[in-house]
T-cell receptor, first 117, second 112 residues
Framework: GAGVSQSPRYKVAKRGQDVALRCDPI?????LFWYQQALGQGPEFLTY????????KSGLPSDRFFAERPEGSVSTLKIQRTQQEDSAVYLC???????????????FGPGTRLTVL | AQSVTQLDSQVPVFEEAPVELRCNYS??????LFWYVQYPNQGLQLLLK??????LVKGINGFEAEFNKSQTSFHLRKPSVHISDTAEYFC??????????FGRGTSLIVHP
């Protein structure tokens, strides 16, 4: 596709349910990032993949959050036993090159809005 | 460590008027600075970026920003706004890292 896509666009979960959020990056992009954007806030970094390797997961808020990118393309962010504080927009971004050194522009998807009741 | 402060949460302006959205940063290392725009129900789109060189950076849709190292600022400007510029604007910086730090955003509201 032409850009980064995410699915579902909206997800409502009951507290305690598990959810899985999908990201399809731009084809050929090496780097993939997940961000959490709470209402009225800027995006906050969750985790970073270079191809299939998860190089940084320092932003994941708890061990209920898990991300994978097994074949170096599509990525899934899984949240187990969802809590109300997990309600946010989850953004995925991809970039062409590895993320270090000179800035490597990130292309963002439209996000998944998660509401936990 | 780095941080970004967007001084205004909301900026109302009339169509065809000039606008400035303010951004201040702090970083212990050299920084890269960015402005992103987010339209409703869409992802972030890069407006412009400062990596090095000229401190005046021109971006898409007629926006420009000036890097001021002494004031640690990177304010975004447009000489004449349109209704279609109504959106959320985010300033971000990254300093020697691939992880950008975003500000809380400024909502630009353009009135006819």
């Amino acid at each position: 596709g032409a850009g980064v896509s995410q699915s579902p666009r909206y997800k409502v979960a009951k507290r305690g349910q598990d959810v899985a959020l999908r990201c399809d990056p731009i084809s050929g992009h090496v780097s993939l990032f997940w961000y959490q954007q709470a209402l009225g806030q800027g995006p906050e970094f969750l985790t970073y993949f270079q191809n299939e390797a998860q190089l940084d997961k320092s932003g994941l808020p708890s061990d209920r959050f898990f991300a994978e990118r097994p074949e170096g393309s599509v990525s899934t962010l899984k949240i187990q036993r969802t809590q109300q504080e997990d309600s946010a927009v989850y953004l995925c971004a991809s970039s062409l090159r590895p993320g270090l050194a000179e800035y490597n522009e990130q292309f963002f998807g439209p996000g998944t809005r998660l509401t936990v009741l | 460590a780095q941080s970004v402060t967007q001084l205004d949460s909301q900026v109302p302006v009339f169509e065809e008027a000039p606008v400035e959205l303010r951004c201040n940063y702090s970083s212990s290392v050299s920084v890269y600075l960015f402005w992103y725009v987010q339209y409703p129900n869409q992802g972030l789109q890069l407006l412009l970026k400062y990596l090095s060189g000229s401190t005046l950076v021109k971006g898409i849709n007629g926006f420009e920003a000036e890097f001021n190292k002494s004031q640690t600022s990177f304010h975004l400007r447009k000489p004449s706004v349109h209704i279609s510029d109504t959106a959320e604007y985010f300033c971000a910086c990254s300093g020697g890292s691939y992880i950008p730090t975003f500000g809380r955003g400024t909502s630009l509201i353009v009135h006819p």
